[in-house]
C-alpha cells in the first residue's frame, strides 16, 4: 500500500512538474512571438516624446473675420482651424461654397484620398460651421460685373 | 490612434500633446499651428510673380493672373499662373536628375541623365498654350469645388526641350502602347511618401505629336522652379494638369494611365450632358482631352472710362486647344450684333493668336460691356452663357467681357 502511495505521488509530482515545464515553454513562446511582433518592447530606449504647446487658436477678429486664417469667425472656428488647415491653406475652405451635404462628401473624400483622419465627434461642429458661413450663392447663367475699378483710359 | 489623440487634445486649446515617434510627419504638425501669415513667405517674391496676381491657394500654391496681365504676347513667368498639386520638391540635385521611361508597353525600361536628354537628342521650340482645366471654376452653378479660378489660368510661353517622340523612339515601345503616365518629385501635402499628388498623362498619339516636350526651358531660361525645374512635360492645347511638372519618369502603358487625378471625377466630365447639380456617377465621367475655344481680353482693363466719340481699341487672345481660331468678333450690345476683329495665324500649333478691333465709337454716353467670341475652325464658338454645368467645374469657356464707360 505505502509503496503504491509513494509510487502514486511520484507520478503526481513528475505531473505536475510536467504541467509546469509546459507552461513555462508555453510562456516562452508566447514571449517570443510577442516580442517578434513588437520589437519595440525590448528597447529600452526613453520616451522620446516631445511636449508641444499648441497655441490658442490666435484670438485676433478683425470685422468677423480670423485675421491669421481669413476664416469667418463663429461657432466651430477653433475646430475648422486645427482641423482643416494642417495639410491645406484656409484658402481652400474659405474660396468654396458648398452645402452641408457638399462639405461632409468633400471631408469623405479627403479621408478616403488625402490622409485626413477621422473627425470624431467634431465634424458634427465642422460641418455647421462650413455649411453656415461658407453656404452657395445662387449664381444663375452668368453673374454681373462687380467690382469694377474705373479709370480714366487716356486715348 | 496617437495623432487622433493628439487631434482632440488640441481642440481643447492649449493642450500639450505627446508626440510619439510613430507618427508619421508629427514633427511638422506644429507647423499648422503657426499663424499662417508669418508661416508664409511672400509669393511673389518667391516665384518672382507680379504683386497684381492673385493667390488663390498657399498650400498648395496655387496662383492667377487677371486679364489685363497677359497682354504680352508670350507670357513672361510673373504673370503666369501656378496651379500647383502638391508641394514643390525640395533640394532639387539638377546634376541626379535623371529621367526613367518604364511600363507595361516599353521594350526594356531606360534611365538617362539630364545632360544626356539634352545632348543626345535635337532640341525644339514652340509657344504652347497651357490652361488650367479648371479655369473659370469660380462661375459655374451651383459651385463645384477646388481652387476657384477666374480667368486667369492660361499662359502661353516659349518652351525648348526634346520630342517625348524622340525619347520614345530610342527606348522602343512596343505595340500596345496605349497612354503615358508622367511620375514626379513633387510631395502629396500629406507628405506621405506612397502618395503621389499628381500623375497625369495622355494617349500615345498626343504624345507622340511634334510639339509634345520634355522642356528644360521656359522663355530661353531654366523653367522657373514653380513650374517644374528642371524637366517639364508640356502638351499644348490640353488640360495644363497633363504638362506634369518636375517629371522624373514617365510609364508607357498599355491601358489608360490611372495614376492620382487620372480616375475618380479629376479631370473629368460627365460623358454625357447633365443639369445643374445632377449626381454623375465615376464611371459616367470622361477624361478631358483638348481643351475647348476660348479668348480674353488684355487691353484694355475692365473699368476703363472714355469720352463720348472716342474710339476704342481692344487687343487680346484666343485659343482652341488642339484646333485653330478661324474667326474672332467682338460685341457692345450684350450680343445683339457682332463685329469682327483681326486675328491673326498662330506662331506654331497650339500657340494663342492675337486679335484687335477698333471700335470707333458708342452711340451714347453711358455703361457699356465689351464681350469677346472666338470661333474654332470646326465652327463651334464661346458661349454668352456657362457652358453646360459639370460637377467639377471644368472647361467654361463662356466669352470674356470687360466693362466700359462712356462719358
Partial sequence: ?155 | MKRRSFISKGTLGTFSAILGTDIVFGNTIPLGYKPLALQDPDPFKLFQKDSDMTVLNNKPWNIEAKAHLLDDKITPNKFMFIRNNGLIPENIDVNKWSLTIDGESVQKSKTYSLSELKSKFQQHTYQLTLECGGNGRSEFNPPAKGNQWTIGAVSCANWTGIRLRDVLEDVGIKNDAVYIGYHAADIHLSRNPEKEPISRGVPIAKAQQDETLLAFKMNGEDIPLAHGYPLRLVSGGWPASTSGKWVNRISIRNKEHDGAKMTGTSYRVPCEPVAPGEKVADEDMCIIESMPVKSLITYPKSGAMIKEGQSLNIRGHAWAGELEVSKMEYSIDFGSTWNSCTIEKPVNRLAWQHFSAKISGFPKKGYYEVWARATDSQGTGQPMLLPGWNPKGYLNNACHRIAIKVV
Fill in chain 1, 1 to 155: 500500500m505505502s509503496s503504491e502511495n509513494e509510487f502514486k505521488q511520484q507520478v503526481r509530482s513528475l505531473y505536475q512538474k510536467l504541467i509546469a515545464a509546459f507552461g513555462l515553454i508555453a510562456i516562452a513562446v508566447f514571449a517570443f512571438i510577442y516580442v517578434a511582433l513588437n520589437p519595440s518592447v525590448l528597447q529600452n530606449k526613453p520616451e522620446e516624446t516631445a511636449i508641444i504647446t499648441i497655441p490658442e487658436v490666435e484670438g485676433k477678429i478683425e470685422n468677423g473675420i480670423h485675421v491669421a486664417t481669413g476664416f469667418i469667425d463663429g461657432t466651430g472656428l477653433t475646430e475648422v482651424i486645427q482641423n482643416c488647415t494642417n495639410c491645406h491653406s484656409a484658402k481652400l475652405v474659405t474660396q468654396n461654397r458648398m452645402t452641408k451635404e457638399g462639405w461632409v462628401a468633400t471631408i469623405r473624400w479627403m479621408q478616403e484620398t488625402q490622409n485626413l483622419w477621422d473627425l470624431g465627434n467634431q465634424e458634427e461642429a465642422i460641418v455647421n460651421y462650413l455649411a453656415t458661413n461658407y453656404a452657395p450663392q445662387k449664381k444663375g447663367r452668368r453673374e454681373v460685373l462687380t467690382d469694377i475699378e474705373w479709370y480714366p483710359l487716356e486715348k
